[in-house]
């Protein structure tokens, strides 16, 4: 396996060709897990807000939890770049904010980018924050701190306007100096198109196979999360059963006094 991913060596794997694997991760055991699995890029996505804090979006979520979660995810990892979600009003209110706030979660969270919503709107913000030396990853499509302007978590590009408009996003956010654009929520043919014309990689979520790689929600994909499967997940796994069957046994046995057994105790 590689050395340790950079934003460069993301960079480079658009050029070469190789599909980036990119999962959530939101503290340390995962992180560990993922890590030595050999995924290359580990997100601390504010998706936190709803799969670890039960939240109905991500708008809830704060800095100071994200900064807390990414050194988490930080000290289990080795190999992965870690990149920090940037959370609502987190960067959207002066460059002056954005910039420090951005500068937190390298020097309080480890982390070696972070990522922020919005094309257009936030080319000079994500110009700012790479000027200070720090990697960004786009985000366009769509966008889940926007959710109360889309209506709820649709499909967007649908409709010729719109589609034009996420092809104008991407390509600020190009302009703007990122090094990687996540594409959510999109119709895979807009997808592609998008992955055609910028030079940085695009890593796809419900965008289909024509992205240079892919991101899910980890809580998603290992079948952990029950209260609704998006369409493009896959579920590599049913988690939630494994995990419910051993605290069932557990139960049981402690019921009926088997455990601890003799094996499991000191002498
Ligand atoms: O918050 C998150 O987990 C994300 C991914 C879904 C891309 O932004």
């Known amino acids: 396996m590689a050395e340790k991913v950079t934003a460069p060596e993301i960079m480079k794997m658009k050029r070469t060709g190789a599909k980036i694997t990119a999962l959530t ?3 340390y055991s995962f992180a560990r897990i993922l890590d030595d699995a050999g995924i290359d890029i580990l997100l601390v996505g504010d998706s936190l807000g709803s799969v670890i804090q039960g939240h109905e979006s991500t708008l809830p979520v704060t800095l100071e939890e994200m900064i807390y979660h990414t050194r988490a995810v930080a000290r289990g990892r080795k190999r992965a770049l870690v990149v920090a979600d940037m959370p609502f009003l987190s960067y959207q209110v ?3 904010e954005a910039k420090r706030n951005a500068g937190r979660f390298l020097r309080e969270g480890g982390a070696e980018a972070v990522k922020i919503e919005g094309g257009v709107q936030m080319l000079e913000t994500i110009e700012a924050i790479v000027q200070m030396g720090i990697p960004v990853m786009g985000h366009v499509g769509l966008t889940p701190q926007s959710i109360h302007r889309f209506g709820g978590y649709k499909v967007q590009g649908k409709e010729k306007e719109d589609r034009e ?7 600020a956010v190009e302009e703007g ?7 959510e929520g999109i119709p895979m ?3 592609q198109e998008i992955t055609r ?9 419900g965008a289909g196979m024509h992205c240079d790689g892919q991101v899910l929600v980890v809580h998603d994909m290992l079948g952990l999360f029950d209260m609704y499967t998006p369409k493009f997940v896959k579920r590599y796994a ?8 051993a605290v069932k046994r557990f139960i049981a046995e402690v019921r009926e006094g088997s455990f601890p057994d003799d094996e499991h105790s000191f002498h």
């Open 189 to 191: 043919d807009l997808a």
């Open 197 to 205: 014309r910028v030079s940085i990689p695009t890593i796809g979520i």
């Open 25 to 27: 991760a939101y503290d």
């Open 177 to 183: 100096g990122a090094f990687s654009v996540v594409l």
């Open 94 to 96: 002066s460059l002056e």
């Open 165 to 171: 408009k996420i092809i104008q996003d991407a390509l």
């Open 238 to 245: 049913e988690l939630r059963d494994v995990m419910a069957d």
